[in-house]
DNA sequence: CTGCCACTGAAACGAGTGTTTCAGTAACTC
DNA sequence: GAGTTACTGAAACACTCGTTTCAGTGGCAG
């Protein structure tokens, strides 16, 4: 009855941890529990006792995936309260571009891809859930009357598509420099 | 000495044409020999017999989907030859936005994220080389003074940013009509 | 001291993996 | 007819996988 994933514990999260930043540097799809297990100091069955499957743990790290994007979400979204439009792409952006960030975002790519390729498996909902959240960001940087309008939607989603697109661009050439200037470019025009 | 991959036989090729609906459908991420084997009516020893390996195989079936793109790409080049930027963009996004083609575009996307996560996987260079073959189109599609400036190049990488960010949102959400809007919007504005 | 509880180690299970070995078969060349 | 070439089937090999079984820890509550 017992060996679930229950209300998360010390071990667990501790765990847990470790395992999201090994996750951040190999990605997830060849995981495996014993590779794993071995390099952060556990082992397969005490990771299968505190997140019940493979599947609870992978869910379990993209949990926490999504709980770095939410904390930058926060954050942007104070930074730039009662800013328009154009300075949160532009703060996003900064973020999107800074180094540090790279591995995160392969790895929200390669989820995102997961959660088209599987929608029954350990990552579904993911791609979906993402862009409902940065939308409703994006919308509440709009003035409220535009923002119900549908010129008011295909704006923001150009806006989220133009991050979205410019990033799979930085990712794979790594040229931040063309890539700001494509993004600088939309910004520019009212 | 043999069994290794050189000039492609004819059954090669029509092995090839099979898996290559199967990976389309199934996607490249649990892809396995024995069962892709016996949905296309043959078996593991002549695949790798073929292929010289697993991984010979995923590189043929890559190169197979490059080649789905070229052809996309020829098509597109043809049609609107003389065409500006606009137009360009805008025949490019009514193919992606085509129901028939959903899945040949997230097994797109897949490969995109596994070049990423294994840079030196069976996947090798696929982003890079998706990113440099459509900047090359969209470049002939500008005047030639202003192709070579740097506000050409983050023109045509702002236009190639929209289309894969509409793209990443049509996956996810299915949601035709606020995409296209985005793209259309992006277009209206010189 | 007793019982409970969260946690852990070692080993095994059964299934599935890519690949290899061996033994062919049909077709075409000389 | 002999030899070469392209292809194929059945079975085994050596592994890794997620998961389970069994047998414990150490700590804290009654």
Known sequence: MSESARAPSARQEELLERAYRYVVEHGLGDLSLRPLAAAIGSSPRVLLFLFGSKDGLVRALLSRARADEFAFLDRSLHESAGGDLASVVRAT????????????????????????????????????????????????????????????AAERTLALSVLRGALLDLLATGDVERTTAAVERHLRRP
Do not use: I, K, M
């Open 93 to 152: 952006w900064e973020w999107l571009v800074a180094e540090p960030h790279r591995p995160l975002l392969t790895l929200w790519l390669e989820a995102y891809a997961r959660s088209l390729t599987q929608p029954d498996g350990s990552s579904a909902g993911f791609a979906r859930q993402t862009v409902d959240d940065w939308l409703a960001l994006l919308a509440r940087a709009q003035p409220p009357a535009w923002r119900d309008s549908d010129e008011g």
